[in-house]
């Protein structure tokens, strides 16, 4: 089955480096990335890993929580990690599936056979508070991921999520966001009281609303 945005993320249970993992259950009302990795002991991997765990205080300012996945069993993470934390300089601050039957590998469409056969192709996929699939990312096993990227993106799915707004070309937190075709000027000068400047009536650019307050 293949995923398109707006499913539901597949529910699934699953060993990882931190225990059993039931995925809806684990990630409650945050927001989630599920990534994969080709393999273990893999050079790309090594660097990504260190590079979320360097980023872990980032993706827990957004509420979001992040879960590798390798096809490799939980035994082999083990060691793999201790290799990540001597060569990365960090220590692993968020769990890794094992999937050696590759359960939420093919039920997330993970291995492309013609890319591999077996090694899962690097796919993000960012998962919702409502578990629904709002971002998904598929990158060759040769091409070490942005991370910094997928932050940009929760930023943006955050917001659009809150506000009538989609964001620019390029758009980083800050800077002024796009008011959606279906809102009326009517209604835009109400929704935005910052104003907003009217390139073409389409393309209409409004200052950034102030995030909202975290509720206790
Ligand atoms: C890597 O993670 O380094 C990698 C995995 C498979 C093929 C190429 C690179």
């Known amino acids: 089955m293949t995923i398109q945005l707006g499913d539901t993320a597949p529910d699934f249970t699953q060993d990882s480096t931190e225990g059993p993992i039931r995925f809806h259950e684990w990630i ?7 990534f994969s990795h080709p393999a273990d002991y893999t050079p790309v991997c090594t660097t990504e890993l260190g590079a979320v765990a360097r980023l872990k205080p980032e993706f827990d300012r957004r509420n979001v929580k992040v879960i590798g ?7 082999d993470h083990r060691g793999w990690i201790k290799d990540i934390e001597e060569t990365q300089s960090v220590r692993m601050n968020f769990p890794m599936l094992a999937d050696p039957d590759r359960k939420v590998s093919n039920l997330y469409g993970m291995i492309h056979p013609n890319a591999d056969d077996t090694m899962t192709v690097r796919s993000v996929f ?9 971002l998904m990312l598929t990158y060759p096993a040769s091409t070490g991921r942005n ?5 940009r993106v929760i930023d943006s799915l955050q917001l659009t999520s809150e506000h009538k707004l989609a964001t620019p070309a390029n758009w980083k937190p800050g800077e002024d966001c796009i008011i959606v075709p279906a809102v009326s000027d009517e209604e835009a000068r109400e929704a935005f009281p910052a104003g907003f400047r009217a390139v073409k009536p389409y393309l209409r650019y409004t200052p950034q609303p102030a995030a909202a307050a975290p509720t206790a």
């Open 126 to 134: 960012i998962i919702g508070p409502d578990k629904k699939v709002k």
């Open 147 to 151: 991370f910094d990227e997928i932050l």
């Open 69 to 75: 996945l390798s096809v490799d069993p939980v035994e």
């Open 28 to 34: 409650g009302d945050a927001w989630c990335v599920l």
